[in-house]
């Protein structure tokens, strides 16, 4: 199987290694617009060659697309007009956008949407980690609008690896991320910023940071040119679960100023029912 991966960062460089690791891949095909991304590519044998984007989706069996959402409209057109027999699937964090750019496409039905939900807060070539994805869930969306070969293909890309497949709509998609992946890194952002506002002496940060601090605020260190076209492209979803964010935020800020400290462990009491769906 050749496989070209467009956009070689931590996701796509992380597939690339598992797939040859793992014989899926007889060959990996890069295509980055950056020359740097493509010579670390190279320089850490994530990629067996790198072709300009015409000439790889012209000599590859699956074309995984693994840039930016933002790119993604754009790229996704192009590759489906180029396509015959080839598979395209993409791995962006949002759904509805890309999905309603390409509805009517006559190659629609060769292009598989999904998420493999994994990654870390670091990105690019150098980034790039074997088993990143290994027993983690990977969502595939509308699956009824791309071919049974298309989707068989890409199921057993991800059964490869393996990863667990979760079929979801591109609606529901957009809803559920919003509150269990996108939300978590506004919350890191903002913490990171409230911390760096309050506290000036970055050595006591450095020293005084918890095992639970580093955790709450390890997103923060995410990529803005990743994130904010994943907030722009969902951001009604995103809205709405941070309306519900910063209301839970006031109860607490109201508790303590009313000195409520039995309403205020009543509340870290509900909060504890999330061990009982993450255990």
């Known amino acids: 199987m ?18 040859k690791e793992n014989g899926f ?10 020359p740097d991304n493509i010579d670390k590519a190279y320089r850490r044998h994530l990629i067996d060659e790198d072709m300009e984007l015409e000439n790889a989706i012209d000599n ?42 390409v509805k009517n496409h006559p190659n629609r039905k060769n292009y598989v949407a999904s998420h493999p939900m994994a990654g870390t807060e670091y990105s690019g070539p150098e980034a790039a980690i074997p088993n990143l994805f ?12 791309s071919s049974a070969e298309a989707v068989s293909k890409i199921e057993s890309l991800y059964q490869s ?29 903002a913490l990171a910023l409230t911390v760096l ?45 941070l309306d519900e964010h910063i209301n839970q935020l006031a109860r607490f800020r109201s508790l303590l100023i009313k000195k409520d400290y039995d309403s205020f462990y009543r509340l870290i009491q509900e909060s504890n029912e999330i061990k009982r769906i993450l255990k």
């Open 197 to 241: 506002a309050k506290e000036k002496d970055e050595n006591r940060i450095f020293e005084l940071a918890s095992g639970g601090f580093g955790s709450t605020v390890r997103l923060a260190k995410s990529s803005p040119d990743m994130w904010v076209p994943i907030f722009r492209q969902n951001r009604d979803n995103v809205l709405d679960v």
């Open 134 to 145: 290994d027993n983690k869930c990977t969502v595939i969306c509308d699956k009824e609008n």
């Open 2 to 19: 050749i496989i070209s991966i467009i956009g070689i960062g931590l996701i796509g460089g992380s597939l690339a290694i598992t797939l």
């Open 60 to 101: 590859s069996d699956i074309i995984i697309l693994s840039t930016s959402v933002d790119v993604m409209l754009k790229l996704l057109p192009r590759i489906l007009d180029r396509v015959d027999k080839q598979i395209v699937m993409d791995v962006g964090s949002t759904k509805i956008s890309i999905l309603e750019k």
């Open 161 to 189: 690896i393996p990863m667990s497949i979760v079929y979801l709509d591109s609606e529901s998609h957009d809803i559920h991320t919003a509150y269990v992946s996108h939300i978590s890194h506004i919350s890191s952002f």
């Open 25 to 34: 891949a007889k060959k990996i095909i890069g295509v980055d617009i950056n």
